[in-house]
């Protein structure tokens, strides 16, 4: 049955590597057994390194269930409280507002700033910083929301959250990670990636500009601390994956506390749309799925968990412009025999030019540029003065990327004004 599901599998993902574009590896397994395990495209094109297995990714944001396990394995022991205001940990810096807690940073409730937003200038400096001057530069922002009131997605909080472990277990959080999460699961090829140093088997990461590929801009790893640092491989998440079944690093209490559901994060277009401490929470095809996704560096990942069934979907790209979250589902929906439409690439709609004129022009944000344009036939858009983006016409309002499978639809609001991509035309 297994080699059966397999080929599958693989017969889609040659397909949909034919189709559109992905490099990466896969893993699929059910209740810790392998039913495959495949890399696709380059680790190196320059070199002509395949992608397998064994390949080393930046997972970005799946880092942040490892922060949220470091916490409570914390709290476990007796070393701090995640009802705990965070400024207990900051005795030294009074900016942070006292209301804040280890629980609203987890939950992303904190109604604290993103990170990764325009103007962030330590995220591409090549100068080392300290901590300070990450709660420097944000001391002055004021709070989205009123803390837990609702959801706002913040990496800054998770920066905070390894701040907190590395003073609360008096060693680095890195060192934290290493000791007491990939040592004791034997996670060999995973570890946190730090600028600078060489990290033998890391998947090169690539972006797009126009019809070429290029390599991603540099990113100081330093400024993702917590929130998008580690790197791994499919086989090693796996392992991680059997622990959280096994209740190898905390109890069971423990564990439900992780995975109970908080706060309706609204990012997600399925059932419940929730989030535990680190965790998306929701049904996918009426079963339960515990998971999350991570992107930019020259990385784009999936990592979910139908946690009745016992069935692990891994999805580690190093391009950073992939849908793979479309993937993973696919994937599952061949799993469990469900029906799916593979996304091939729609046929060009002949749009009248005047409608490509109205489209032109420049839309801007949350902290997002787009510049709309059009080279003869082509159309395209630009995103924050740098990346070109091509895209055809798929019907008079809709347009789909050249390369993956995404499209993007221009819209009017209310009062008749344009937006694209969630940028208002200007």
Avoid at 32 to 42: F, H, L, P, R, V
Avoid at 363 to 379: A, Q, S
Wanted: hydrophobic share 35%.
């Amino acid at each position: 049955m297994n080699s059966l599901l397999a080929t599958k599998i693989n017969d889609f993902m040659e397909l949909y590597c034919n189709t559109w574009a992905f490099s990466g590896s896969i893993l699929v397994a059910k209740k810790g057994e392998t039913i495959i395990k495949k890399g696709y495209g380059k680790a190196s094109i320059e070199h002509s390194v395949p992608n397998t297995s064994l390949t080393k990714f930046r997972i970005c944001s799946i880092t942040k269930q490892f922060t949220a396990m470091s916490v409570m394995m914390l709290q476990e022991k007796g070393l701090l409280d995640v009802n705990d205001s965070i400024t207990n940990y900051f005795p030294e810096f009074h900016q942070f507002d006292k209301r804040i807690t280890i629980h609203h940073l987890l939950t992303h409730t904190s109604g604290l700033q993103y990170l990764f937003r325009e103007g962030f200038p330590i995220l591409y400096s090549k100068s080392k910083h300290k901590h300070e001057d990450m709660f420097n530069f944000f001391k002055d922002k004021p709070l989205l929301c009123e803390p837990g009131e609702k959801w706002n997605y913040s990496n800054y909080g998770y920066y905070l959250l390894a701040c907190i472990i590395e003073n609360v277990s008096g060693i680095s959080y890195d060192e934290f990670l290493k000791k007491n999460i990939f040592e004791p699961l034997n996670m060999k090829n995973t570890g946190n990636e730090r600028n600078k140093v060489i990290v033998p088997g890391l998947a090169n990461g690539y972006y797009l500009n126009d019809n070429e590929l290029i390599h991603n801009d540099y990113v100081n790893m330093d400024a993702t601390f917590g929130s998008g640092d580690i790197y791994s491989t499919v086989e090693d998440m796996l392992l991680w994956d059997r622990a959280l079944y096994n209740g190898e690093l905390v109890s069971k209490t423990t564990l439900d506390t992780i995975f109970s559901p908080y706060a309706n994060s609204g990012e997600r277009s399925t059932e419940d749309n929730d989030y535990g401490y680190g965790w998306f929470i929701d049904k996918m095809y009426g079963r339960n799925r515990i998971s999350h996704d991570g992107g930019g560096l020259g990385a784009t990942t999936e990592f979910h968990r139908y946690v009745d069934e016992e069935i692990s979907i891994i999805v580690l790209s190093n391009y950073g412009f992939t849908a793979v979250w479309r993937i993973a589902d696919i994937l599952a929906a061949i799993v469990f025999q469900e029906e799916y439409s593979f996304p091939g690439r729609p046929l060009e709609y002949a749009l009248d030019s005047k409608l490509y004129e109205g489209y032109m022009g420049v839309y801007k944000g949350d902290g997002i540029k787009l510049t709309v344009g059009r080279d003869k036939e082509k159309m395209f858009f630009i995103l924050d003065d740098e990346y070109m983006i091509p895209m055809y016409p798929i019907s008079e309002t809709k347009f789909h990327h050249t390369w993956i499978d995404e499209s993007y639809t221009f819209n009017k609001d209310e009062n008749g004004e344009m937006y694209f991509w969630g940028a208002k035309k200007q």
